[in-house]
């Protein structure tokens, strides 16, 4: 009996312990097929105007939507790869793939292509091209994840922890020279995976310390003129209203001419005046035509996003699919938060897109990317068999 009573103990234990190969996360898979398809009538509506009454375009009203439609395709076609791909073999290619981001972050600072000011494209032209940013925001989920998994004492220290802050902050560092509003991001992203994988508050306090050493040494790399004159239009837009404050408040115009059900698809009156408001600046697009209640929907689409992300990263079958997979939630959840914290005017304005309705190719296609791989681990849950209990024998 002794010996037949240990045997079902190792048998139910293992039988909890089992694994098997389950149905993706639809949830996830909808809203985000929902949020590309708003994404593209939005940037048609915010586009069409502007597009057919300038030269530089061609006078074709569909320019921008021809090209997110591409852009959209791409993206589809990367989240059903990595549906299909397990992510336990992006371990593999983790460091290659960390390697590859910073190399291009170094590279886009050498001979990048500067559109608007900033070098933060690589590519032949300025239409084709990419932003190795969007390829270091996954490529740090995917090491930092990995590296953390395969030294399982890397946080038992501080000194481990520092290791993996190493690992989080080169990329963070170069894309802070020319997109300081990112680098926060991805900081957060990864403070967020190094929190859940050990939760030592004084940890965090420690790091606080030479990590906002390195922000002060960042921003003082810009000119303080600059950055306090963002803080000043900040706190009154108004003080400059037509040059650095103009966007904001034309913002803000839009978000309170929208009323409760909005002026109706297409009507906005504000993307005449908002300088290029199919990109950054679209959620108040949004609030202007769909009013209160479409921008609360757009809203409510991200909060269930971020809410199945979180259960998909509880139920992983491992650490490391829990790590990427709140990593990942981790990106879409304070980019989303930050742009919208931007466009009525809570926050000062960083140049962070909504995630898959702004426009543009290479955060799209990456973002998408990333679902692909949130949707796989949501594919693989834990299975426990209660109806096999050793307490029954």
Same mark, same amino acid.
Not at 221 to 226: G, T
Not at 239 to 244: A, E, F, G, I, L
């Given at each position: 009996m002794g010996r037949g009573s240990q045997s079902v103990r190792l048998h139910t234990a293992k039988r909890k312990k089992k694994l098997k190969p389950n149905t993706y996360d639809f949830t996830v898979l909808f809203v985000v097929l929902m949020l590309v398809l708003f994404g593209i009538v939005m940037i048609f509506s915010a &586009?069409?105007?502007?597009?057919?009454?300038? +030269? +530089?375009?061609?006078?074709?009203? #569909?320019? =921008?939507? +021809?090209? /997110?439609?591409?852009?959209?395709? %791409?993206?589809? #076609?990367?989240?059903?790869?990595?549906?299909? #791909?397990?992510? *336990?073999? %992006? +371990?593999? =290619?983790?460091f290659a793939a960390y390697a590859v981001a910073n190399i291009c972050l170094v590279l886009v600072q050498l001979v990048g292509t500067r559109i608007n000011g900033q070098k933060r494209w690589l590519g032949i032209t300025d239409s084709l091209g990419f932003q190795p940013s969007e390829v270091a925001k996954i490529a740090v989920i995917l090491y930092l994840s990995f590296y953390i998994c395969t030294h399982k004492d890397c946080l038992k220290d501080l000194k481990g922890f520092f290791k993996c802050l190493i690992i989080l902050m080169i990329p963070v560092a170069l894309i802070a020279i020319s997109n300081f509003s990112t680098a926060i991001v991805l900081t957060a992203v990864g403070a967020t995976i190094l929190f859940i994988a050990s939760p030592?508050?004084?940890? #965090?306090?420690?790091?606080?310390?030479?990590?906002? $050493?390195?922000?002060?040494?960042?921003?003082? %790399?810009? &000119?303080?003129?600059?950055? $306090?004159?963002?803080? *000043? @239009?900040? $706190?009154?837009?108004? &003080?400059?209203?037509?040059?650095?404050?103009? *966007? @904001?408040? *034309?913002?803000?115009?839009?978000?309170?001419?929208?009323?409760?059900?909005?002026?109706?698809?297409? /009507? &906005?009156? /504000?993307k005449t005046f908002i300088p290029e408001a199919y990109n950054d600046i679209i959620f108040a697009i949004i609030s202007e035509e769909l009013g209160m209640v479409g921008a609360g929907l757009v809203i409510l689409l991200f909060a269930v996003l971020i809410w199945r992300g979180i259960r998909v990263a509880l139920n992983a079958q491992d650490m490391y699919g829990c790590l990427v997979a709140s990593g990942i939630t981790a990106q879409i959840a304070f980019q989303s938060i930050i742009n919208i914290a931007v466009v009525t005017n809570t926050i000062p304005n960083t140049g962070q897109p909504l995630p898959f309705i702004s426009y543009g190719g290479t955060s799209l296609v990456f973002t998408m990317g990333m679902m692909g791989i949130l949707l796989n681990i949501s594919k693989y849950q834990k299975v426990r068999d209660d109806r096999v209990s050793a307490k029954n024998y």
């Open positions: &586009s069409y105007y502007y597009t057919m009454t300038t +030269k +530089k375009f061609g006078f074709d009203m #569909f320019y =921008f939507l +021809k090209r /997110q439609m591409v852009w959209a395709g %791409l993206g589809i #076609f990367a989240m059903a790869f990595m549906m299909n #791909f397990p992510y *336990q073999l %992006l +371990k593999k =290619f983790a030592r508050i004084w940890y #965090f306090v420690v790091a606080a310390i030479p990590v906002g $050493l390195a922000g002060v040494v960042a921003v003082s %790399l810009e &000119s303080v003129r600059y950055r $306090l004159g963002r803080i *000043q @239009i900040w $706190l009154d837009p108004f &003080s400059d209203p037509t040059n650095k404050g103009y *966007q @904001i408040i *034309q913002s803000l115009y839009a978000v309170a001419s929208g009323g409760l059900f909005g002026l109706g698809l297409g /009507q &906005s009156r /504000q």
